[in-house]
């Protein structure tokens, strides 16, 4: 990976490249990038855990609603998610679905690694019929379902930071095989229209993350989308929290084998990337998008609306080994304040329809 980030950087304009080049290079080189890698990524093995990967009430929780909406509002069921992973949730919704539901379903999966379409493969087949695609356009336009967990916080995103009253771009380099920062006077006129729409003025030290891509991916969606709604769940901060003065350095940082690292100029290739994403931006590309906004919810509040307390077994197990009781403490792992849940928030789009999503 150095090899290549050196070529990538001695070729550009200034010898230097900008933090979203930078991680679109170590994430998703098709060789050489770390989601594309065959290497665990996700568990105890890997370097960070999801949702879908505590237990499989996550997914069944959702298949269950799903099937709700659809009812409810004259809804193709067809599910679309994007960056299935290991596929833990794709088996889990399929699993409930195939139980409890058993009416026909197309379950789509859009996903660019290699590494893990194999592991879906692994996981899903010959049990389920599933499509699996490596991008949104090779989709026909659709009505039913656009989920995904903890795609819009692996994008490459753009550095910014406020220094005397002028807003640099944070530009990485390389000097003697060592990655190092520097910043250059912002010209990138998409990230002053962002800043403007976004409505944020950075204090002065303050560095923040840009996510231009997300925008073209939102408008993806909606493209293949004819009729229904997104589902987003993932971790980020309103306009409001960015000015808190904790986020003064941004949110960017990475995963190596379960710990924090605040420099992701190390490990590259073999760490994960993530950011914060920013809700009110999503939002607002959404609705001009045609993705009406319905609700942002703490994902352990989505999952209460959902149904998720009626999974509880009413009669108690001493065993704490039973299946039973490891449900019952998965199922309050996913609801308690203090919980993964808690960091997580759900943001439900909708095109064309109205109706109510959460039964009374």
């Known amino acids: 990976m150095f090899t290549y980030l050196k070529r990538l950087i001695s070729n550009s304009e200034l010898n230097l490249i900008s933090y979203a080049e930078y991680i679109e290079a170590v994430l ?7 989601y594309m890698k065959s290497k665990q990524k996700i568990g ?15 997914g069944r929780i959702i298949a269950k609603w799903f099937a709700n909406v659809c009812k409810e509002n004259n809804l193709e069921p067809i599910f679309c998610e994007i960056g299935a992973g290991n596929g833990r949730f794709a088996h889990a919704f399929l699993q409930e679905w195939e139980n409890s539901i058993k009416t026909p379903l197309k379950y789509i999966i859009v996903e660019s690694s290699p590494y893990h379409l194999n592991l879906q493969n692994e ?79 950075l204090k002065e030290k303050q560095r923040i993350e840009v996510p231009l891509l997300m925008e073209g991916m939102v408008q993806d969606i909606s493209r293949v989308l004819k009729r229904g709604l997104v589902l987003t769940a993932d971790y980020g901060y309103t306009k409001e929290d960015w000015k808190h003065p904790s986020r003064i350095m941004g949110s960017l940082r990475g995963y190596y084998q379960h710990q924090m690292i605040h420099d992701v100029l190390e490990h590259p290739g073999e ?22 906004f319905y609700s942002k919810l ?18 108690y197990d001493p065993n704490p080994f039973s299946e039973v009781s490891k449900r019952n403490r998965a199922i309050r792992s996913l609801i308690m304040p203090s919980g993964m849940s808690s960091f997580f928030h759900i943001v439900i789009q909708q095109k064309g329809i109205n109706g109510n999503l959460f039964l009374k």
């Open 28 to 34: 998703y080189h098709p060789v050489l990038g770390y």
């Open 44 to 58: 105890s093995q890997g370097d960070f855990i999801t949702t879908s990967n505590i237990s499989d009430i996550y």
């Open 271 to 292: 760490m994960d990337i993530t950011t914060h994403i920013h809700f009110d931006w999503l939002i607002q590309k959404g609705q001009q998008a045609e993705l009406l």
């Open 123 to 201: 996981l899903l087949k010959p049990a389920y019929i599933v499509t699996q695609v490596t991008k949104l356009d090779e989709l026909e336009p659709f009505e039913g379902m656009v989920f995904s967990n903890e795609l819009f916080d692996a994008m490459p995103v753009h550095v910014i930071e406020q220094e005397n009253n002028q807003l640099y771009e944070v530009m990485v380099g390389m000097k003697n095989e060592s990655l190092y920062e520097e910043k250059v006077p912002l010209i990138n006129p998409a990230i002053y229209t962002f800043l403007e729409e976004s409505d944020l003025v």
């Open 298 to 315: 703490r994902q352990d509040e989505f999952l209460l609306k959902a149904g998720i307390l009626k999974e509880l077994e009413s009669h």
